[in-house]
């Protein structure tokens, strides 16, 4: 089966839903809640400058993945760092390459729009997800991700 990936569509709502609440218990054993997911994933989806998704589709175009990524201003390079924000496979597809083809879609973007360089965060006890972004291309940065509660 050879799935393709496409932008998010308003009609693929529901199933990034799903994607986002599962990709919270895969990551870090929480869950989320399904009306604040909807907000979030609804309102980038109406707008392009918060975040931008793509979905993996089968042949019948049911979504069986997504990434969505967010851009970050340099002032230093006077550029945009590209940041995935999440990503998830449907179990059944993962192994088979179709990481590399979501984040092909990313890159393809990012690139047409002059972006400096792809980047993620990842939960450090997520193994399988390091393992997934290494084997992808992904190397480690020298810089580490602070944060202060509001």
Do not use: C, H
């Not at 218990?25 to 793509?54: H, M, Q, R, S």
């Not at 069986?64 to 590209?82: P, T």
């Not at 879609?105 to 393992?131: F, H, I, P, S, W």
Request: proline share 2%.
């Amino acid at each position: 089966m050879d799935l393709k990936v496409r932008r998010a569509r308003l009609s693929d709502l529901e199933k990034l839903i799903l994607f986002a609440f599962e990709e919270a218990k895969d990551a870090e054993g929480i869950e989320k809640v399904p009306a604040t997911l909807k907000i979030g994933i609804e309102t980038a989806l109406n707008d392009e400058n918060i975040a931008l998704y793509w979905v993996l589709v089968d042949e019948s175009d049911v979504p069986a993945g997504n990434v969505s990524a967010l851009r970050e201003w340099s002032n230093w390079n006077a550029g945009f760092y590209w940041w995935i924000q999440s990503m998830y496979i449907s179990p059944g597809y993962r192994g088979k390459g179709y990481l590399s083809k979501l984040l092909d879609g990313v890159k393809a973007e990012a690139r047409r729009q002059g972006g400096l360089e792809l980047r993620l965060y990842v939960n450090k006890d997520n193994n399988r997800a390091l393992k997934a972004y290494l084997k992808s291309g992904f190397i480690e940065s020298k810089y580490k991700i602070m944060i202060q509660g509001l």
